[in-house]
């Protein structure tokens, strides 16, 4: 990766909290850039070395910046080594620079994540040595300059990590309590609670302690950068930070600051905490609009904040909880008499974090959205509560509650979503489908993609009353996005109905992309343009499988769609790809999806062909691995040729058998409900029927496809 100015572009990777990069991707959109990648903990943008430095500045949520001085494919402790041997340390790091080295994410050799650590200080030692450069050491406790490597799926990101310190530690608290809230936890909840939109005219924090939130609310609503308290001194010192100005990043950022019109009020039971906060808020310049003093929970009263009614309020707090308080009695006393003390406020909200999901439903509240988050090992709970008119126009506005028909659809997605866990993260995927007519009386299927809903309602039969119909389809349109807590605009709907010929490829409305995540590799959808949005979830498990078989083989692609499948193989080592499709949309699709998983098209084959034509025209047996999955009916304009898979396959069986090479090996795959496998395949071939082995549990409602590995018989297997 090219930083030989600040100019050059590259990538760079933002680390973030598990369950947050939604929000860290969001920050990088905000800075005009794009992401290319979004992974868990892990998102990836593409930008010069000053974009990667503006991020670290601005980012409130995230808590290291990589700059990535190599990725590639990293199966073996000899690959990895070959990988550090491309990337020019002594361009990269200073002569007798000592070094630091963060390992993250997991693969199957390595064991202990010191030996990766070694297999670095290796490399860099090596080609010191080589240019007769003093060997840098290697120091934990205050380096230099910290190198980062980071492992998912076979492949690895390499890079220095900008900042020599996390990113939570902004240099105004030196004074902390006995479990002070982390500054990115804190800028996690106001995100979550959109407290900027619109800006409330007060903040009250009742149980401040050292003051994190109320500070992170007031820069956050002043547009005052995280990290302008941040020395250049405090950076990785290495090459690149030559080539930026820090000095005049933060005076850029500088000229963006506003004086909030936000009043900001704490108060803690502990006259300790209040003096830590009170410091801590000195220390960063803001103690002319925050004021914190020694007061109980009792006194949060409207009357103690001279609140007029034009006044929006927001309550936010971290009170405490489980290490924080230790008697449950004591807990679940402290945040009654919370939830009782906001019921007072008009035109306001309440905010809390919290370890457990019990706490949240102790204040006596219903929440309006809640969010649950992992940081340090340790479960955490956002909830949102509207209180009194805000509360009104919440009721008024959707109806306090559900009415009681759509709660079997809400319960069911609850359920599923459970249950889906274990998948998704075994998986390291964005995208699911969530519910597929699960319940007879709610006929829709619902997918996730990262943050966004694609929700396919199926048109009722004749016989279903049309009124009672479409109440059921605007009580889903209604609750499940609030149910799911995704934004409204993020919903995306279609009308299924009987497909027939190539009306699944019609074109209907402006494109909506969305980047999706899978097993390490990364994904666009289009979510509004055809019927299908360009990634089959239900082939999870063979990208999965290709993934992990397809080292050195020579793979074949028919009909390849979007190239999602051969983008599994050719992370999977596959010695070569070539991809097959008639449509100049798809293969434009197909290079895309190559090039943002760090592949070059150029390496790779791409055809526009008719597949029925081109498996004709000179076969010869070159290929290890054919994958086979055809439409279940097509007809092209230019030729009178139609396909239809349960007339036809056996025949496109045999044509595809022409082209494997020996000893090779081919899937097929297709969704016609009704399929058989033609008894003729099994004579000649040897099959093995992999239609449940190939669905995981999101699609385990009524198989969505049939799939066998097929390998031609030997003479002898064939008499």
Known sequence: ?????????????????????????????????????????????????????????????????????????????????????????????????????????????????????QLVMDAIRDQASVANRPRPDYETEEPSVRLAVRFGRGQVDIGVNLNRSPLNQRGYRTEGGEAPLRETLAQVMLSRLKIDQPKPTVVIDPCCGSGTILIEACMRLSQIAPQRFRASSQLSRWTGLEKISWTELVAN?????????????????????????????????????????????????????????????????NPPYGTRLSRHEDLAELYRILGERCKAFSHAHLGLITSEKEWIQAVGLRSDKKWEMQAGGMRLNIGKFALGLNAVMTQKHDASEPPEEIWPLLNRLTKNLRLRSKLLKKNETSCFRLYDSDLPEYNVVIDQYADYLHIQEYRPPKTVDPKRANDRRQLIRQWVPKHLGIALKHVVYKERFRQSGNSQYERNAEPLWVAVDENGMHFEVNLTTYTDVGLFLDHRPLRRWLLESCRGLRVLNLFCYTGALS???????????????????????????????????????????????????????????????????????????????????????????????????????????????DESVSERCIIKDLTRASIDLDFDRRAPHFLFKISPKTDNESV
């Not at 070395?49 to 402790?77: H, K």
């Not at 039971?269 to 906060?277: G, H, K, P, T, Y």
């Not at 801590?280 to 103690?304: F, K, M």
């Open 567 to 677: 983008v599994a193989a050719a992370k999977g080592l596959a010695r070569s790809v070539t991809s097959i499709d008639m449509s100049k949309t798809y293969l434009t699709w197909a290079h895309r999806h190559f090039e943002i998983n760090g592949l070059n098209p150029k390496h790779y084959q791409f055809i526009r062909a008719n597949v029925l034509e081109w498996l004709t025209e000179n076969p010869e047996p070159q290929f290890d691995l054919i994958i086979l999955d055809p439409p279940t009916f097509s007809n092209t304009k230019s030729t009178e040729q139609t396909l239809d898979i349960q007339r036809d396959h056996s025949a496109l069986i045999d044509a595809c058998l022409q082209w494997l090479a020996p000893n090779g090996q081919m899937y097929f795959s297709n969704n016609f409900k009704g399929f058989t496998l």
């Open 253 to 317: 950022e500088r000229l963006k600051e506003q004086e909030p019109s936000t009043r900001f009020f704490g108060f803690d039971i502990n006259s300790d905490a209040v003096e830590r906060a009170r410091a801590n808020i000195e220390r960063a310049g803001l103690s002319q609009w925050i004021t914190v003093d020694v007061a109980a929970i009792d006194d949060l009263t409207p009357e103690n904040f001279a609140l007029s009614e034009a006044d929006h309020v927001w309550i936010l707090a």
């Open 1 to 117: 990766m090219n930083h030989d100015s600040k100019h050059s572009t590259g990538i760079f990777a933002i680390g973030t909290l598990l369950a947050t990069d939604d929000l860290v991707a969001d920050e990088v959109k905000a800075l005009g850039l794009d992401v290319r990648g979004r992974q868990l903990g892990w998102v990836t943008a593409e930008g010069t070395l000053n974009d990667a430095y503006r991020a670290l500045l601005t980012t409130r949520v995230g808590d290291r910046v990589v700059w990535i001085l190599q990725r590639g494919e990293a199966t073996s402790a000899d690959q990895f080594r070959d990988l550090l041997r491309t990337i020019d340390w002594n361009q990269t790091l200073y002569p007798g620079a000592t070094i630091r080295v963060d390992i993250t994410g997991k693969v199957a050799w390595v064991k202990d994540s010191r030996f990766a650590g």
